[in-house]
Nanobody
Framework: QVQLVESGGGLVQAGDSLRLSCAAS????????MGWFRQAPGKEREFVAS????????NYANSVKGRFAISRDNAKNTLYLQMNSLKPEDTAVYYC????????????????WGQGTQVTVSS
């Protein structure tokens, strides 16, 4: 089992940047593919980005491609999401998730979830 704790959220203005972190504890972090998802008020949770076990493959939602970057440091058991050129529509609670089997875009394929961190982008 792995425990995930997100941090780094906050209130920013449009065009600003934020870096989210997800600290993992428990079993070997490098044995999990990781993903970021987000959920805005009144909307379903959606995929943001994912990364394979040794960071050789990354996937992004079209809405964040070119603005967000997912990375991981297996030595520090930490997942990151660098968010640049933030827009009001990026406002959501952001969750990190761990999967034993895949770095897919589907939240049902992830086994463990953090509690989330709020990101609010004002216009």
């Amino acid at each position: 089992q792995v425990q995930l704790v997100e941090s780094g959220g906050g209130l920013v203005q449009a065009g600003d940047s934020l870096r989210l972190s997800c600290a993992a504890s428990g079993r070997t972090f490098s044995s999990y593919a990781m993903g970021w998802f987000r959920q805005a008020p009144g909307k379903e949770r959606e995929f943001v980005a994912s990364i394979s076990w040794i960071a050789s493959v990354t996937n992004y939602a079209n809405s964040v491609k070119g603005r967000f970057a997912i990375s991981r440091d297996n030595a520090k058991n930490t997942l990151y999401l660098q968010m640049n050129s933030l827009k009001p529509e990026d406002t959501a609670v952001y969750y990190c998730a761990a999967s034993r089997s895949t770095y897919s875009t589907y939240d049902s394929t992830y086994d463990y979830w953090g509690q989330g961190t709020q990101v609010t982008v004002s216009s």
